[in-house]
T-cell receptor, first 114, second 109 residues
Framework: DTAVSQTPKYLVTQMGNDKSIKCEQN?????MYWYKQDSKKFLKIMFS???????INETVPNRFSPKSPDKAHLNLHINSLELGDSAVYFC?????????????FGQGTRLTVV | TQLLEQSPQFLSIQEGENLTVYCNSS?????LQWYRQEPGEGPVLLVT?????EVKKLKRLTFQFGDARKDSSLHITAAQPGDTGLYLC?????????FGTGTRLQVFP
């Protein structure tokens, strides 16, 4: 059973399109995150949600809109895609929103904007 | 802005060699985690260190948290091809992890 699953794994789309990435965790965790990993493998947090409530929005363009319908799901919708949005997006979850809590990551979604 | 710099950025070694990866910051972190990421996968936690000066061992991997809790190191003894991957340190901020710049390790048989 996959703990944190995200779909799709690969996404190729044209500039200007709108796309969504879905994430689900079956660990019963309260907190979920979206991270972006660039071509140099640098991993940066974008958003975090705790019990469906937005906690962190790290100065991400408002073309990116996360939505958490329940605490097991955190989806990421991206409007008007740009070339610079190409990256690997990781969903993650942790038991609580607290220091030193292990983060469990999904397999990532490789987004390529052409 | 908190920044965690890892060195070296890339490391290619032969099986059986020893290596050390460093993770340095000017900020103090309450704890620090090390993750390993394999191609096409998400990072997986290896260890969490919490106390300044703490040393933790995980088989051939030894992790150390600096006394001032600003730096950490990962030492691998007798590296094996299965150790190949991207190693990421991550400092715990109030409500998020700050990831380091990463070290790509390749171990050749």
């Amino acid at each position: 059973d996959t703990a944190v699953s995200q779909t799709p794994k690969y996404l190729v789309t044209q500039m200007g399109n709108d796309k969504s990435i879905k994430c689900e965790q079956n660990l019963g965790h309260d907190t979920m995150y979206w991270y972006k990993q660039d071509s140099k493998k640098f991993l940066k947090i974008m958003f975090s949600y705790n019990n469906k409530e937005l906690i962190i929005n790290e100065t991400v363009p408002n073309r990116f809109s996360p939505k958490s319908p329940d605490k097991a799901h955190l989806n990421l919708h991206i409007n008007s895609l740009e070339l610079g949005d190409s990256a690997v997006y990781f969903c993650a979850s942790s038991q609580v929103l607290r220091l030193a809590t292990e983060a469990f990551f999904g397999q990532g979604t490789r987004l390529t904007v052409v | 802005t908190q920044l965690l710099e890892q060195s070296p950025q890339f490391l290619s070694i032969q099986e059986g060699e020893n290596l050390t990866v460093y993770c340095n910051s000017s900020s103090v972190f309450s704890s620090l985690q090390w993750y390993r990421q394999e191609p096409g996968e998400g990072p997986v936690l290896l260890v969490t260190v919490v106390t300044g000066g703490e040393v933790k061992k995980l088989k051939r991997l030894t992790f150390q948290f600096g006394d001032a809790r600003k730096d950490s190191s990962l030492h691998i003894t007798a590296a094996q091809p299965g150790d190949t991957g991207l190693y990421l340190c991550a400092g715990a901020d109030t409500d998020k992890l700050i990831f380091g710049t990463g070290t790509r390790l390749q171990v050749f048989p």
